[in-house]
């Protein structure tokens, strides 16, 4: 099968890591993969060693020019299917059926309101809370919407992961004997750190060695309203704010506790990452979290905005030490449950030849080379397995 990965994203966010471990993903499963992008992005440069394909587009919708060539290249490599990410991305798609027949599948990454939805031919939504938003926000027939979870890294456990938790700690500031908080994705609005520095004053009393790890990548205006706040608290010495981080195993190995408190997450893929890890999680009762997290079991679910029930929530796993082990053996049941690697690319096989049928009304080609095995172990272009938010 000719298939085209479309991202528009110049940098990294979860959208752009999902649509790279696709395209890796069916690559390996032999098919000719094309991933479309503007050129010296994040994602171009992962692509080295690796069977996919790179053609670079500025994605421009006005003039016609890019959906002029896009629409005849195209044509010419006798594409089956087009798989758009990212809003420019979805509407450079959405567009280009007014020049090809092509069929043009569509990933929801979001839940915000847009009507190109309704063009697609068909909407793989990341979560049930995202699949419930485009049928009754934009309109998606609930025929043409799907929901397939992301792919995340099933990255067995190291002999040595004691070792590397340590040297992750000594690196970043840390004590060995800290409880310490991870906090993971853009530190921007959305994520609502604010609501756990709220929480911090309360978590300290009931816990004196609880620390926060801030990962991500930064929103200037944000950053300068937490860092006011903390320093209004005297908490420089609990928080630490820590860049982009590649190996996001090895980060969540590192941490006792995962903290997802957004005011809206269409899935939030950080939980089941730290639930791979053996780690329980406290979040926010909203959008997909509700999805993955399961409330007493593998973490707690609190009131979104609630600094008193969130301090309350992570106070009670770190004074109970038994009771964090079984919400991490839990959590990691749950994610191996949730997240088969395998099927998913699989998913997307037959979600691409289904619409290929009812689009060009013809079939499409198999693929060449088939594993032989079932594994959940998917390439990653070369740089440890990731995740991260847009």
Same mark, same amino acid.
């Given at each position: 099968?000719?298939?085209?990965?479309?991202?528009?994203?110049?940098?990294?966010?979860?959208?752009?890591?999902?649509?790279?471990?696709?395209?890796?993903?069916?690559?390996?499963?032999?098919?000719?993969?094309?991933?479309?992008?503007? $050129?010296?992005?994040?994602?171009?440069?992962?692509? &080295?060693?690796? $069977?996919?394909?790179?053609?670079?587009?500025?994605?421009?919708?006005? &003039?016609?020019?890019? +959906?002029?060539?896009? @629409?005849?290249?195209? @044509?010419?490599?006798?594409?089956?299917?087009?798989?758009?990410?990212?809003?420019?991305?979805?509407?450079?798609? @959405? *567009?280009?059926?007014?020049?090809?027949?092509?069929?043009?599948?569509?990933?929801?990454?979001?839940?915000?309101?847009?009507?190109?939805?309704m063009l697609k031919d068909f909407v793989i939504a990341n979560s049930d809370h995202t699949r419930g938003i485009e049928i009754g926000w934009n309109r998606v027939r609930p025929? $043409?919407?799907?929901?397939? #979870?992301?792919?995340?890294?099933?990255?067995?456990? &190291?002999?040595?992961?004691?070792?590397?938790?340590?040297?992750? #700690?000594?690196?970043?500031?840390?004590?060995?004997?800290?409880?310490?908080?991870?906090?993971?994705?853009?530190?921007?609005?959305?994520?609502?750190? +604010?609501?756990?520095?709220?929480?911090?004053?309360?978590?300290? #009393?009931?816990?004196?060695?609880?620390?926060?790890?801030?990962?991500?990548?930064?929103?200037?205006?944000? *950053?300068?309203?937490?860092?006011?706040?903390?320093?209004?608290?005297?908490?420089? $010495?609990?928080? #630490?704010?820590?860049?982009?981080q590649y190996d996001i195993p090895n980060m969540m190995r590192a941490i006792d506790l995962l903290v997802a408190c957004p005011t809206q997450e269409a899935f939030g893929l950080t939980p089941p990452e730290a639930m791979a890890a053996f780690k329980p999680v406290v979040a926010t009762r909203v959008g997909g979290l509700i999805e993955s997290v399961v409330d007493g079991e593998t973490g707690y679910l609190v009131p979104s905005n609630n600094a008193a029930a969130l301090s309350s929530a992570v106070a009670k796993v770190f004074e109970n030490d038994d009771l964090a082990e079984q919400m991490g053996v839990a959590g990691r049941a749950r994610f191996l449950e949730m997240f088969d690697n395998y099927s998913n690319v699989i998913r997307h096989e037959d979600i691409y030849t289904d619409v290929a049928r009812r689009v060009l009304r013809r079939d499409v080609a198999k693929p060449v080379s088939l594993p032989t095995r079932k594994s959940n172990s998917l390439p990653t272009a070369g740089v440890p397995p990731m995740v991260y938010h847009r």
């Open positions: 099968m000719k298939i085209v990965q479309l991202i528009s994203g110049i940098g990294v966010n979860g959208a752009v890591i999902q649509c790279l471990r696709l395209a890796e993903g069916l690559a390996k499963r032999g098919h000719d993969v094309t991933l479309v992008a503007r $050129n010296n992005s994040w994602i171009q440069s992962q692509l &080295p060693g690796t $069977n996919v394909k790179f053609r670079s587009s500025d994605l421009q919708r006005w &003039p016609f020019n890019d +959906l002029r060539e896009m @629409a005849r290249w195209v @044509a010419q490599e006798r594409v089956d299917i087009v798989h758009t990410h990212n809003t420019s991305g979805q509407i450079f798609g @959405a *567009m280009l059926k007014m020049f090809t027949k092509i069929p043009v599948v569509a990933t929801a990454h979001h839940t915000k309101l847009h009507a190109y939805w025929r $043409n919407i799907e929901t397939v #979870r992301a792919l995340i890294d099933h990255a067995p456990i &190291p002999e040595n992961s004691q070792q590397l938790r340590d040297r992750w #700690r000594q690196e970043h500031g840390f004590q060995k004997d800290d409880k310490l908080i991870g906090i993971v994705g853009d530190v921007c609005p959305r994520k609502n750190h +604010l609501l756990l520095l709220k929480a911090m004053p309360q978590i300290l #009393r009931r816990v004196p060695n609880a620390k926060v790890a801030v990962i991500g990548n930064r929103c200037y205006w944000y *950053m300068q309203r937490l860092r006011a706040g903390i320093e209004q608290l005297g908490l420089e $010495n609990e928080f #630490r704010f820590i860049d982009f």
